[in-house]
């Protein structure tokens, strides 16, 4: 079962237990993280999503597909090299302790 480290802007860190597959967008919603609106549901159609994910995870990570980086161009709070959505992080085994990082705002 991974673990999912949501690092609140005020630095406080929320981890949560999660299921391999469930995209780190569903764990945040499922947990009630606060700074994850997730206005689409999951489909890369917005980016209320946003998650700044820390480096040394980055190269773990599947690339982000085409439809995910131009969402990233509407991010409310600065797009970073680290930006993705977070409905488009699937997790596994080889994600199991993964931190991310939430934005100021997402709207």
Known sequence: MPQVTFIHPDGRQQPVQA????????????AGIAGIVAECGGSAMCATCHVYVEPVWLARLEPPLANELEMLECTADERRP????????????ALDGLVVRLPQRQQ
């Open 19 to 30: 299921v391999e597959g469930a995209s780190v967008m569903q764990v945040a919603t499922g």
């Open 82 to 93: 680290e930006s993705r959505l977070s409905c488009q992080i699937k997790l596994s085994a």
